[in-house]
């Protein structure tokens, strides 16, 4: 069985030297597809070319809250025509942690993003670091988009927020380190049937791999230390995984 790697920019200049080789590493770890969202206007067109290229990579395109100065007017008009074929709108979100924008300017993009998400029945894939409960209350705004937290850091209050908003959780590289009490104490309760697992390469490692450039073949290590934390086979995990990236993305 191949995994979805529910959230990675294969995009990202620092694979421009060897995607290949690092989709043919991930291949042979038993990593197959990639669910690749943009994150500014700039890098649409480069990942629209690449997944017309590779048929693993399932393209999402949105505006990042990081990148506030890069986003115009024009670019909430121009995201319509890129969702055909997109599996998501993203990544969008909010970030008061490592953010250097102001909530009101990162909210504009945010919200706009929301509504095209809800106008063309796709779900969103969100970025909400220190800023989960803005996050809540904007989704709160459309009732039945659908959706992932990326790389949820949050509580189990706010997690359960999320569920019951029929939103799933994404958990990546930090679930790996031993200290992360609160993280681990999340992915034990939540139910099966809302979890996803990503990389977000070439950002955000395993603990083993600390310090170097991450990669979708190191999700098998995600995926191992969840099922650990749960006590389940990681082989039934995967599946559990993979349907759920299937349902939310359509894949």
């Not at 060897?18 to 990593?31: M, P, T």
């Not at 709108?89 to 490592?98: F, H, K, Q, W």
């Not at 209350?137 to 706010?158: A, D, M, N, T, W």
């Not at 979890?195 to 995600?222: K, M, Y």
């Amino acid at each position: 069985m191949q995994l979805t790697d529910s959230h990675c920019h294969l995009d990202d200049a620092r694979f421009d030297h060897d995607r290949a080789e690092v989709i043919q590493r991930a291949s042979e770890a038993g990593v197959g597809r990639f669910v690749v969202p943009a994150v500014s206007r700039s890098g649409w067109g480069k990942l629209q070319a690449l997944a017309a290229k590779e048929a693993s990579i399932y393209p999402a395109f949105g505006l990042h809250p990081w990148f506030c100065d890069d986003h115009d007017e024009s670019d909430l008009k121009l995201l319509p025509g890129f969702l055909e074929g997109a599996v998501a709108v993203g990544e969008c979100g909010l970030d008061t942690g490592l953010c250097r924008f102001d909530m009101e300017r990162q909210l504009y993009w945010f919200r706009g993003q929301l509504r095209i998400a809800a106008e063309h029945d796709l779900p969103v894939i969100v970025h909400g670091y220190k800023a989960l409960d803005s996050v809540i209350r904007e989704i709160k705004c459309y009732p039945g988009l659908r959706g992932v937290v990326h790389s949820f850091s949050g509580s189990q209050q706010q997690a359960d927020q999320l569920i019951g908003l029929g939103f799933y959780l994404g958990f990546g590289g930090s679930v790996t380190d031993e200290r992360a009490h609160k993280i681990a104490a999340v992915v034990k309760t939540v139910p099966g049937e809302r979890v996803l697992i990503e990389t977000d390469a070439p950002d955000q490692p395993p603990s083993d791999h600390r310090g170097t450039r991450n990669e979708p073949a190191f999700l098998i290590e995600i995926l191992v230390r969840i099922a650990t934390l749960r006590a389940i086979d990681a082989e039934a995990l995967a599946h559990i995984c993979n349907h759920n990236a299937k349902e939310l993305f359509r894949l």
